[in-house]
């Protein structure tokens, strides 16, 4: 299917815009990320997100094990036993199911599933193999719960990146993987030049800063590091979103083409006039609300 192009134009999107910047005013996400204070981003962007919209009559439950820590939302109707895996985006440094309770809420209303959200390893206190690693026993643990499932992946940015690793990992017990501006190469192999970057989340200056704080002294080409480098052989239905003028957006063109050219099942929604991981906001635009429901179709079409 070829890349589907809109433009957001809604006063909704343009309002979210605003609130976004003033957010994330302070995250930096940029060649300076490395010098900042990530504990006390995290309690300070954690206070903003709990006062994101949250769908009615979702309940949440936390679960804290000794192998691994996430929250499921159950909808007020479940209309499948299938769940949903949610893994939150903030850079490999930030974020939390908490703080993504909006999201997660609204996936879980629409698709009429559970949704686990993990809560994995952050760096730079614990960089890679920590957060992958939890989202891996999280899947485990997942299937014990919930004996017989195939569950969908969603997840925005960094969260892509691990949604994407995962699948690569476990791809026979995953039904579909859902993107949006999915962090894919931590190597430079990917060219940037080719499209105008005005992105006023992620800086195209973090992304050395990103792999000192997440890779270390690990090997970048690990496909489960950068996913660039893995085998997409009977990779799951993939459906994807990015803005066309994001630092990451040739990180899911490259996805795409990948997919694509092998003739797997995937959709890639590319739109101009938004800002990274903009999917994420969920009923709170026109444009977004569509992708909401156009998700939950394609995670029930899968499963």
């Known amino acids: ?47 903003g997100y709990k006062f994101m919209p949250k769908e009615k009559g979702v309940k949440f439950r936390k679960y804290r094990y000794d192998d691994c820590r996430f929250e499921i939302a159950e909808p007020a109707e479940i209309s499948s036993g299938n769940i949903v895996i949610y893994l939150h985006g903030g850079g490999f440094v930030s974020g ?22 993990v809560d994995y390893s952050l760096a730079p206190e614990k960089p890679f193999p920590y957060g992958f690693d939890d989202c891996c026993r999280a899947l485990e643990r997942a299937e014990r ?38 962090f894919m ?15 006023f989340t992620v800086k195209e200056g973090c992304l050395k800063p990103l ?15 950068s996913p660039v480098y893995g085998d997409y052989t009977g990779f799951p239905p993939t459906f994807m979103t990015c803005d066309v003028n994001e630092t990451l957006y040739a990180d899911s063109l490259w996805l795409y083409n990948k997919l694509e050219g092998q003739g797997s099942d995937v959709r890639m929604i590319a739109m101009q006039g938004t800002f ?4 994420t906001i969920g009923t709170g635009s026109p444009e977004t609300k569509r992708i909401l429901t156009e998700t939950a179709e394609f995670i029930r079409s899968r499963s």
């Open 185 to 199: 190469d931590f190597t430079g192999s990917l060219d940037r030049s080719g499209y105008e970057i005005d992105d």
């Open 211 to 225: 792999n000192e704080i997440y890779v270390g002294s690990h090997p970048a080409q690990d496909p489960f590091v």
């Open 96 to 117: 939390s199911a908490a703080s993504s309770r909006g999201y997660a809420s609204m996936l879980a209303a629409y698709s009429g599933r559970r949704v686990m959200s």
């Open 145 to 182: 719960m919930f004996p017989g499932v195939r569950p969908a992946l969603v997840g925005e940015s960094a969260g892509g990146n691990l949604c994407v690793c995962l699948a690569l990992k476990y791809r026979d017990k995953i039904s579909s993987v859902i993107v949006h501006s999915p």
């Open 1 to 47: 299917m070829p890349i589907e192009q809109r433009r957001a134009e809604s006063p909704e999107m343009q309002k979210n815009i605003r609130v976004v910047r003033k957010m994330t005013g302070g995250m930096g996400f940029d060649e300076n990320m490395g010098k900042v204070n990530w504990k006390a981003i995290r309690l300070i962007s954690g206070i």
């Open 276 to 279: 990274h991981a903009f999917a």
